[in-house]
Protein backbone atom coordinates (compact mmCIF):
# COMPACT_ATOMS: atom_id res chain seq x y z
CA UNK A 1 0.00 0.00 0.00
CA UNK A 2 1.46 3.16 -1.15
CA UNK A 3 1.53 5.85 1.35
CA UNK A 4 2.80 9.74 0.75
CA UNK A 5 3.36 11.64 4.63
CA UNK A 6 3.99 15.81 4.16
CA UNK A 7 5.56 17.79 7.06
CA UNK A 8 7.80 20.52 7.47
CA UNK A 9 4.45 22.97 7.23
CA UNK A 10 3.49 25.77 9.13
CA UNK A 11 3.59 29.64 9.79
CA UNK A 12 6.39 32.09 8.46
CA UNK A 13 6.86 35.40 7.97
CA UNK A 14 7.36 36.76 4.22
CA UNK A 15 11.10 36.18 3.01
CA UNK A 16 11.46 33.60 5.41
CA UNK A 17 11.99 29.75 4.42
CA UNK A 18 10.33 26.71 4.86
CA UNK A 19 10.97 23.22 4.22
CA UNK A 20 8.63 20.56 3.44
CA UNK A 21 9.05 16.57 3.80
CA UNK A 22 7.34 13.86 2.12
CA UNK A 23 8.20 10.27 3.25
CA UNK A 24 7.28 7.37 -0.01
CA UNK A 25 6.61 3.86 1.29
CA UNK A 26 4.59 0.83 -0.10
CA UNK A 27 6.58 -0.10 -3.46
CA UNK A 28 9.77 0.73 -5.01
CA UNK A 29 9.46 4.67 -7.04
CA UNK A 30 12.33 3.77 -9.43
CA UNK A 31 9.96 4.18 -12.29
CA UNK A 32 7.84 7.40 -10.70
CA UNK A 33 7.95 10.99 -10.98
CA UNK A 34 7.47 12.50 -7.66
CA UNK A 35 5.00 15.66 -7.33
CA UNK A 36 4.33 18.72 -5.36
CA UNK A 37 0.84 20.69 -5.37
CA UNK A 38 -0.43 23.31 -3.75
CA UNK A 39 -3.94 24.73 -3.04
CA UNK A 40 -5.38 27.66 -1.53
CA UNK A 41 -8.70 28.30 -0.03
CA UNK A 42 -11.26 29.00 -2.86
CA UNK A 43 -8.77 28.12 -5.75
CA UNK A 44 -7.83 25.36 -7.69
CA UNK A 45 -5.26 22.94 -7.53
CA UNK A 46 -1.86 23.75 -9.11
CA UNK A 47 1.14 22.37 -9.50
CA UNK A 48 4.64 23.50 -8.30
CA UNK A 49 7.62 20.98 -8.78
CA UNK A 50 8.42 17.48 -10.07
CA UNK A 51 11.54 15.30 -9.80
CA UNK A 52 11.80 12.19 -11.36
CA UNK A 53 12.81 9.42 -8.88
CA UNK A 54 15.79 7.98 -11.01
CA UNK A 55 17.83 10.63 -12.32
CA UNK A 56 16.20 13.54 -11.06
CA UNK A 57 15.48 15.63 -13.78
CA UNK A 58 13.44 18.68 -12.19
CA UNK A 59 10.91 21.15 -13.40
CA UNK A 60 9.11 23.72 -11.51
CA UNK A 61 6.03 26.02 -11.95
CA UNK A 62 7.08 29.61 -13.48
CA UNK A 63 5.94 31.43 -9.79
CA UNK A 64 8.41 29.74 -7.66
CA UNK A 65 10.88 29.13 -10.29
CA UNK A 66 14.62 30.19 -8.40
CA UNK A 67 13.16 30.50 -4.67
CA UNK A 68 11.81 26.59 -4.57
CA UNK A 69 13.87 23.62 -5.23
CA UNK A 70 13.06 20.06 -5.16
CA UNK A 71 15.65 17.31 -4.36
CA UNK A 72 15.14 13.71 -3.04
CA UNK A 73 18.37 12.47 -1.70
CA UNK A 74 20.38 9.05 -2.91
CA UNK A 75 19.19 6.28 -0.57
CA UNK A 76 16.22 7.96 0.58
CA UNK A 77 12.69 7.70 0.29
CA UNK A 78 11.97 11.11 0.98
CA UNK A 79 11.24 14.02 -1.23
CA UNK A 80 11.59 17.51 -0.01
CA UNK A 81 10.74 20.98 -1.36
CA UNK A 82 12.75 23.85 0.04
CA UNK A 83 10.92 26.91 -0.24
CA UNK A 84 12.78 30.25 0.18
CA UNK A 85 11.70 33.73 -0.33
CA UNK A 86 8.36 32.77 1.11
CA UNK A 87 5.38 35.15 -0.13
CA UNK A 88 1.76 34.72 1.66
CA UNK A 89 0.65 34.62 -1.90
CA UNK A 90 2.09 30.62 -1.07
CA UNK A 91 0.31 30.45 1.47
CA UNK A 92 -1.68 26.83 0.96
CA UNK A 93 -2.10 23.33 1.56
CA UNK A 94 0.87 21.73 0.10
CA UNK A 95 0.50 17.81 -1.43
CA UNK A 96 3.00 15.29 -2.75
CA UNK A 97 1.95 13.13 -5.32
CA UNK A 98 3.03 10.40 -7.11
CA UNK A 99 2.51 9.17 -10.75
CA UNK A 100 4.47 6.48 -12.87
CA UNK A 101 6.79 7.59 -15.65
CA UNK A 102 4.62 6.19 -18.18
CA UNK A 103 1.47 8.04 -17.38
CA UNK A 104 0.33 11.96 -16.96
CA UNK A 105 -2.10 11.23 -14.14
CA UNK A 106 -0.89 11.63 -10.82
CA UNK A 107 -2.12 8.16 -8.37
CA UNK A 108 -0.82 8.57 -5.04
CA UNK A 109 -1.64 11.63 -2.76
CA UNK A 110 -0.46 12.69 0.67
CA UNK A 111 -2.40 14.08 3.09
CA UNK A 112 -1.50 17.64 2.46
CA UNK A 113 0.23 20.03 5.18
CA UNK A 114 -0.35 23.71 5.67
CA UNK A 115 1.86 26.39 4.83
CA UNK A 116 0.73 29.78 5.93
CA UNK A 117 3.25 33.03 5.02
CA UNK A 118 1.89 36.32 6.89
CA UNK A 119 2.64 39.59 5.59
Known amino acids: QVQLRESGGGLVQAGGSLRLSCAAS????????MGWFRQAPGKEREFVAA????????NYADSVKGRFTISRPNAKNTVYLQMNSLKPEDSAVYYC????????????WGQGTQVTVSS
Open 51 to 58: IRWTGGST
Open 97 to 108: AARSIFTTTYDY
Open 26 to 33: GRTFSNYV
